[in-house]
């Protein structure tokens, strides 16, 4: 057994505990948690002591290990549009560094203390880092196509995907890419494959106002780059509210689902759509919205909606490093009302319920086997994450 202390711990399923005492049993499994004047606490000789905090490992609710390959490669703050723009373009450059990219970005991930990721795919090129992997993965296996003519052929290609996960005993759904580019009858069949491939689904949401403006008028620069893609419109009524709106009618209702980014989301849309469903999870990916779109989730607001909130690294092509505590470093800077204990439950055990994960991560609670992470040299008490860092000790 381990017996470790910190001038804070956060068990996250309860509140903070000052120089709590974390029992790790083989493995890192939570054995216990005690307070310094507990009777059964193990005398002093036996504790290792950290200063600063200690806290369960990171979930990442949203990555594309795919794109690690493009990192550095696509210009900052040039719009979604843009920025799809040169994925599409540019994601064969550098492709024989692609395995080896995705492997780094794995290890990275560990070494950042992330121990649970919700992974977006295209392809089976990642299964084989997954399957190694000390990190539990749920692979999304991303469809697209606003085509419906096209809808049963991108089916197809995503079970062909999924199915190659599912057989390696790894976690995997078939997910729509975004309101923007999956049409009714692609989400159709998606919602058909739900019986097959069971678990948390994901969408891109509202990333951007062009996004919105599609639903709502049929029109705006995202139409027109699709149209450029060879997309066809003509059968679109934009009769919608919102792209929120649109696919909340389409998503599969009985899973868990990730709403990615939700940028331009008004504050009553979060607690409507709460209203109409309880099993959706808000992404932050902040980081990435400030590479691409140049702004930062207004994450308060979507706390004070009472929206379940989550965080996402995004890809290293809108990314500088795959990091969910830098991720939450920019929430602080930009929301300082923002407490460490909400900023940590974001990271932690909401992106595992996210995941139905929550029976082995995101929390201390007995029985877990979270991870231990060491927030180095935290200011307890102020919660300042700006000269902490964090360092992973099981
Ligand atoms: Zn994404």
């Known amino acids: ?10 068990p996250i399923h309860t509140a903070p505990i000052p120089n709590g005492i974390l029992v790790l049993g083989p493995e890192g499994k939570i054995i216990d948690i005690l307070s310094e004047s507990d009777s059964s606490a193990p005398e002093k000789s036996r504790i290792e002591r950290f200063r600063g905090a200690l806290c369960p490992g990171f979930v990442n609710t949203h990555c594309h290990l795919e794109l690690s390959h493009m990192k550095g490669l696509v210009p900052e703050k040039t719009g979604l549009p843009e920025f799809i723009m040169q994925i599409v373009s540019r994601r064969h450059e550098n492709a024989d560094q692609k395995l080896e990219a995705i492997k780094l970005a794995d290890e990275e991930m560990w070494r950042n203390g992330i121990e649970a990721v919700g992974d977006i795919c295209n392809t089976a090129d ?14 999304f296996v991303e469809v697209f196509s606003f085509d419906s003519s096209r809808a049963d052929e991108v089916l197809q290609e995503g079970i062909r995907v999924a199915s190659q996960y599912k ?19 692609l989400f159709s069949g998606i919602r058909e494959q739900q019986e097959n491939f069971t678990g948390t689904i994901s969408i891109h949401n509202q990333e951007t106002a062009s996004e919105n403006e599609m639903f709502v008028s049929g029109s705006g620069e995202l139409v027109e780059i699709f149209q450029k893609f060879g997309e066809d419109f003509s059968d679109f009524e934009p009769q919608f509210a919102s792209s929120l709106d649109y696919h909340l009618r ?12 939700n940028a331009q989301t008004r504050p009553e849309e979060f607690v409507s759509a709460n209203q109409s469903r309880s099993n959706l999870f808000w992404c932050a990916c902040p980081n990435a919205n400030l590479y691409i779109e140049n702004r930062v989730p207004n994450v308060p607001i979507w706390l004070e909606s009472g929206a379940k909130v989550c965080v996402g690294t995004d890809s290293l092509a809108s990314n500088h490093q795959l990091s969910v505590f830098e991720e939450l470093r920019l929430i602080q800077q930009y929301h300082p009302q923002l407490t460490v204990g909400q900023l940590l439950k974001i990271a932690t055990l909401n992106g595992a319920s996210a995941l139905n994960l929550d029976q082995e991560k995101g929390s201390f609670q007995k029985g877990k086997l979270p991870g231990v992470l060491w927030l180095k040299n935290l200011d307890v008490e102020t919660g300042n994450l700006s000269a902490a860092s964090v360092q992973r000790i099981m």
């Not at 389409?250 to 980014?261: C, G, K, M, S, Y």
């Open 167 to 185: 057989e390696r005993g790894l976690r995997a759904t078939i997910v729509p890419h975004a309101p923007y580019s999956v049409s009714k009858q």
């Open 126 to 139: 990642t299964l084989e880092i997954k399957a190694s992997s000390r990190i539990k993965y749920h692979s």
């Open 250 to 261: 389409e998503l599969p209702q009985d899973q868990n689902a990730i709403l990615v980014h």
């Open 1 to 10: 057994m381990r017996f470790l202390s910190a001038d804070l711990i956060f």
